[in-house]
C-alpha cells in the first residue's frame, strides 16, 4: 500500500493534496505511483508559480514597510529642525567653573551676570561618637544582646525630630520601636532609622525630609542626615532602655551613637540655606540648585571675595551639530532608497518552495534568498517620486524677507551627478554661516508660513517661503501615506487592506481553489489506473478460465 504525493514538482501546498491510499501497479506491474507523480509534476506548475508570486509579494510588502520605518525615524528627527527654539539655544560661559556650573535653558536669552558665592546650602547631619558600652571580644555585626547584654526580648525606642533651626518650629517627628532588641544588630537598627515615618504635627500628614542613616565599621559610628537641606536641626531621643546583667542602662542613642549613660539625647549639626549675591541681589536657597534667568545654576564652593562672571551667548556649534546630523540623516536616507532602486534583479532566482529548501544546506538557502529578493524595489516608481520630491525640496531656494537663500550659501551642496543627490558639506562655510546669521540659517530650515495662509499654500509640500525641513516633513508624510496604501501599516497581516495585502488575499484564494483542483486531478489519476488494474484482473481472470477449459476438455 503507498501515498500517492502530487509530485516533484513543488511542496506540499495548503490542504496537502497528497494524502489518500492507493494500490499500485499489483497487476499491471507499472509503476503507477511514479507515472502519477510525473503527471502531477505538470499539473502542479501554476500552482508552483502561485506560491512564488505570494512569496515574492509578501517580502516586497516587507521591504516597503522597511522603508517606511526609516521615513517615520527621518520624520521624527525632522520634527526639531521645524521648530525655531531648536536654533535659539544659548550657551553659558564662565569666567570660573570651580564655584558654579551654569547651563542655559530654552529661555536664557544673551547677556552677562555675575555671580558670588557666600555660602552653600548643608543638610543636617547627626555624627555619632563611637560606639560606647559594648563587651569585651564582641564584634559590631554581633546582635546587640551579645554586644550590650540586654535580654533578647527586650525592646528599645527612641525618637527623631526634626526643627527649624531659624524659628524652632517643629517640623517633623518620628517614632522608631525595636521589638526582640537582643537578637538585632546594628545594621537593623540602620534599617529602622530609613525607614521610620515622619509626621508633620501641625497637620498630622506624613512629611518626607529624606532621612538616612548608615554606619562606617571602621569608624565605629552611626551617622544620620536628611537629603533635605537648609534650615533643619535633627535630634535623636531615648524614649525606652533596657538594662545588662549589671543593671546598666543600654539606649540606642547612649551607647549606639556613644552620647552618654542611660536615657540620652543628641542634637546634630544644623543644616544651612545657600546665599548668594547674583546681579547684585542676594539671594537664599534651600538647595544647591536653583534657577534664574533661563539658567539653572549649580553651587560648587563658596568664596564670597570670589566673582564669577557668566556670559550667556547664541549657542552656535549646536546649531552646526544640528544641520550636520541633518544631513548625515538625509544622506543616508537617500543612500538606501538609491541602493533599493538599482538594486539587480535575478530572474533566474525565484523563491524557494519547501521541498526545494529540504534538499539545500542553510548556507545555500542564505545565498539564494540574498539574490532571490535582490531588486525588489527596483526602479518603483513610488521609491522615485520620494527621491525627486526629496531632491527638489532641499535645492529649492527659500524666500526670506526680500532674499533667496539656499543650501549652498551656508555651505552644502550636491555632489557629482553619480553620488545620486547626496549633500556634501563645506564645514568651515557652515560654521561662518551660522556665526554670522545663525537667524538666516534657521529661516532656511524652519520657516513657516504666515499663519492665515491659504489651504493650497499650506498644502503645497515645495512652496517657496517654507524651510527646508518643513518642505521635508511634508514630501515624507505623504511618501509615507502612499507606502501604507501600498503595503499596509507595520505589524498587520491579517485583515491588511492595503494594494498588496489585498493581492496577497486574492492569491491565498487562487492556491485553495488550485490545492482542490489538483487534489481532484490526483484522484482522478488514481481511479483510472485503479480501473485499469482491476480490468487487467479480470482479463486474466478469464484466460485462465479459458485455459482451464480448453485444457479440461482435451
Same mark, same amino acid.
Request: overall charge neutral.
Given at each position: 500500500?503507498?501515498?500517492?504525493?502530487?509530485?516533484?514538482?513543488?511542496?506540499?501546498?495548503?490542504?496537502?493534496?497528497?494524502?489518500?491510499?492507493?494500490?499500485?501497479?499489483?497487476?499491471?506491474?507499472?509503476?503507477?505511483?511514479?507515472?502519477?507523480?510525473?503527471?502531477?509534476?505538470?499539473?502542479?506548475?501554476?500552482?508552483?508559480?502561485?506560491?512564488?508570486?505570494?512569496?515574492?509579494?509578501?517580502?516586497?510588502?516587507?521591504?516597503?514597510?522597511?522603508?517606511?520605518?526609516?521615513?517615520?525615524?527621518?520624520?521624527?528627527?525632522?520634527?526639531?529642525?521645524?521648530?525655531?527654539?531648536?536654533?535659539?539655544?544659548?550657551?553659558?560661559?564662565?569666567?570660573?567653573?570651580?564655584?558654579?556650573?551654569?547651563?542655559?535653558?530654552?529661555?536664557?536669552?544673551?547677556?552677562?551676570?555675575?555671580?558670588?558665592?557666600?555660602?552653600?546650602?548643608?543638610?543636617?547631619?547627626?555624627?555619632?561618637?563611637?560606639?560606647?558600652?559594648?563587651?569585651?571580644?564582641?564584634?559590631?555585626?554581633?546582635?546587640?544582646?551579645?554586644?550590650?547584654?540586654?535580654?533578647?526580648?527586650?525592646?528599645?525606642?527612641?525618637?527623631?525630630?526634626?526643627?527649624?533651626?531659624?524659628?524652632?518650629?517643629?517640623?517633623?517627628?518620628?517614632?522608631?520601636?525595636?521589638?526582640?532588641?537582643?537578637?538585632?544588630?546594628?545594621?537593623?537598627?540602620?534599617?529602622?532609622?530609613?525607614?521610620?515615618?515622619?509626621?508633620?504635627?501641625?497637620?498630622?500628614?506624613?512629611?518626607?525630609?529624606?532621612?538616612?542613616?548608615?554606619?562606617?565599621?571602621?569608624?565605629?559610628?552611626?551617622?544620620?542626615?536628611?537629603?533635605?537641606?537648609?534650615?533643619?536641626?535633627?535630634?535623636?531621643?531615648?524614649?525606652?532602655?533596657?538594662?545588662?546583667?549589671?543593671?546598666?542602662?543600654?539606649?540606642?542613642?547612649?551607647?549606639?551613637?556613644?552620647?552618654?549613660?542611660?536615657?540620652?539625647?543628641?542634637?546634630?549639626?544644623?543644616?544651612?540655606?545657600?546665599?548668594?549675591?547674583?546681579?547684585?541681589?542676594?539671594?537664599?536657597?534651600?538647595?544647591?540648585?536653583?534657577?534664574?534667568?533661563?539658567?539653572?545654576?549649580?553651587?560648587?564652593?563658596?568664596?564670597?571675595?570670589?566673582?564669577?562672571?557668566?556670559?550667556?551667548?547664541?549657542?552656535?556649534?549646536?546649531?552646526?551639530?544640528?544641520?550636520?546630523?541633518?544631513?548625515?540623516?538625509?544622506?543616508?536616507?537617500?543612500?538606501?532608497?538609491?541602493?533599493?532602486?538599482?538594486?539587480?534583479?535575478?530572474?533566474?532566482?525565484?523563491?524557494?518552495?519547501?521541498?526545494?529548501?529540504?534538499?539545500?544546506?542553510?548556507?545555500?538557502?542564505?545565498?539564494?534568498?540574498?539574490?532571490?529578493?535582490?531588486?525588489?524595489?527596483?526602479?518603483?516608481?513610488?521609491?522615485?517620486?520620494?527621491?525627486?520630491?526629496?531632491? !527638489? /525640496?532641499?535645492?529649492?531656494? #527659500?524666500?526670506? @524677507? =526680500? %532674499?533667496? +537663500?539656499?543650501?549652498?550659501?551656508?555651505?552644502?551642496?550636491? $555632489?557629482?551627478?553619480?553620488?545620486?543627490?547626496?549633500?556634501?558639506?563645506?564645514?568651515?562655510?557652515?560654521?561662518?554661516?551660522?556665526?554670522?546669521?545663525?537667524?538666516?540659517?534657521?529661516?532656511?530650515?524652519?520657516?513657516?508660513?504666515?499663519?492665515?495662509?491659504?489651504?493650497?499654500?499650506?498644502?503645497?509640500?515645495?512652496?517657496?517661503?517654507?524651510?527646508?525641513?518643513?518642505?521635508?516633513?511634508?514630501?515624507?508624510?505623504?511618501?509615507?501615506?502612499?507606502?501604507?496604501? !501600498? /503595503?499596509?501599516?507595520?505589524? #498587520?497581516?491579517? @485583515? =491588511? %487592506?492595503? +494594494?498588496?495585502?489585498?493581492?496577497?488575499?486574492?492569491?491565498? $484564494?487562487?492556491?485553495?481553489?488550485?490545492?482542490?483542483?489538483?487534489?481532484?486531478?490526483?484522484?482522478?489519476?488514481?481511479?483510472?489506473?485503479?480501473?485499469?488494474?482491476?480490468?487487467?484482473?479480470?482479463?486474466?481472470?478469464?484466460?485462465?478460465?479459458?485455459?482451464?477449459?480448453?485444457?479440461?476438455?482435451?
Amino acid at each position: 500500500m503507498v501515498f500517492g504525493p502530487i509530485g516533484a514538482g513543488g511542496s506540499a501546498g495548503p490542504g496537502d493534496i497528497g494524502d489518500v491510499r492507493h494500490f499500485s501497479g499489483l497487476v499491471s506491474g507499472l509503476d503507477t505511483e511514479g507515472i502519477i507523480k510525473k503527471l502531477m509534476a505538470v499539473q502542479r506548475k501554476p500552482l508552483d508559480q502561485l506560491l512564488r508570486d505570494k512569496q515574492w509579494l509578501a517580502w516586497q510588502r516587507e521591504a516597503y514597510r522597511e522603508v517606511n520605518r526609516s521615513l517615520l525615524a527621518f520624520r521624527d528627527a525632522l520634527s526639531a529642525l521645524r521648530l525655531t527654539g531648536t536654533y535659539r539655544q544659548q550657551k553659558a560661559l564662565l569666567s570660573r567653573d570651580d564655584l558654579v556650573g551654569v547651563t542655559a535653558t530654552g529661555a536664557a536669552v544673551p547677556g552677562v551676570h555675575s555671580l558670588r558665592v557666600n555660602r552653600l546650602a548643608k543638610p543636617a547631619t547627626v555624627v555619632g561618637n563611637a560606639v560606647a558600652g559594648r563587651a569585651a571580644g564582641t564584634a559590631p555585626t554581633d546582635p546587640l544582646g551579645k554586644q550590650f547584654g540586654i535580654a533578647d526580648t527586650a525592646t528599645l525606642e527612641f525618637t527623631l525630630t526634626l526643627t527649624d533651626s531659624s524659628s524652632n518650629n517643629l517640623l517633623g517627628k518620628a517614632t522608631v520601636t525595636v521589638t526582640d532588641a537582643g537578637t538585632k544588630t546594628i545594621a537593623d537598627i540602620v534599617q529602622a532609622i530609613n525607614a521610620a515615618a515622619f509626621t508633620d504635627p501641625s497637620t498630622n500628614q506624613p512629611v518626607d525630609y529624606g532621612v538616612r542613616a548608615s554606619y562606617d565599621p571602621t569608624l565605629d559610628r552611626l551617622f544620620v542626615q536628611t537629603r533635605q537641606m537648609g534650615n533643619l536641626v535633627l535630634t535623636l531621643e531615648d524614649v525606652k532602655t533596657a538594662t545588662d546583667a549589671s543593671d546598666n542602662v543600654v539606649g540606642v542613642v547612649a551607647n549606639l551613637f556613644g552620647a552618654a549613660t542611660g536615657k540620652a539625647t543628641l542634637t546634630g549639626t544644623p543644616g544651612q540655606t545657600a546665599e548668594v549675591v547674583l546681579d547684585g541681589a542676594t539671594l537664599t536657597f534651600a538647595d544647591n540648585r536653583f534657577t534664574a534667568f533661563g539658567l539653572d545654576f549649580v553651587l560648587k564652593g563658596a568664596d564670597a571675595g570670589a566673582e564669577t562672571t557668566i556670559t550667556v551667548v547664541r549657542d552656535t556649534e549646536a546649531i552646526v551639530d544640528r544641520v550636520l546630523d541633518f544631513v548625515k540623516r538625509y544622506n543616508d536616507l537617500l543612500d538606501d532608497l538609491n541602493r533599493r532602486l538599482t538594486e539587480p534583479r535575478y530572474r533566474d532566482y525565484p523563491p524557494l518552495l519547501d521541498d526545494e529548501k529540504a534538499q539545500m544546506s542553510e548556507k545555500q538557502i542564505e545565498e539564494w534568498e540574498k539574490r532571490a529578493k535582490s531588486g525588489l524595489l527596483a526602479r518603483d516608481p513610488l521609491l522615485e517620486r520620494l527621491v525627486t520630491e526629496m531632491r !527638489r /525640496a532641499v535645492t529649492t531656494p #527659500v524666500g526670506i @524677507g =526680500d %532674499q533667496t +537663500v539656499s543650501l549652498a550659501d551656508i555651505g552644502i551642496t550636491t $555632489g557629482s551627478w553619480w553620488d545620486r543627490g547626496r549633500l556634501v558639506v563645506d564645514e568651515g562655510k557652515l560654521r561662518a554661516a551660522v556665526a554670522e546669521d545663525p537667524e538666516r540659517v534657521a529661516a532656511l530650515l524652519s520657516q513657516k508660513l504666515a499663519s492665515g495662509a491659504p489651504d493650497a499654500e499650506n498644502r503645497d509640500p515645495f512652496h517657496p517661503q517654507k524651510g527646508l525641513a518643513v518642505r521635508l516633513y511634508d514630501v515624507v508624510g505623504a511618501a509615507i501615506n502612499r507606502f501604507v496604501d !501600498r /503595503a499596509g501599516r507595520d505589524g #498587520v497581516s491579517v @485583515g =491588511d %487592506q492595503s +494594494v498588496l495585502g489585498r493581492a496577497l488575499t486574492r492569491l491565498d $484564494g487562487r492556491i485553495d481553489e488550485m490545492t482542490r483542483r489538483l487534489k481532484a486531478i490526483e484522484d482522478r489519476y488514481w481511479r483510472e489506473f485503479t480501473a485499469m488494474e482491476q480490468a487487467i484482473q479480470r482479463a486474466n481472470v478469464q484466460s485462465l478460465w479459458l485455459m482451464q477449459a480448453f485444457g479440461g476438455g482435451a
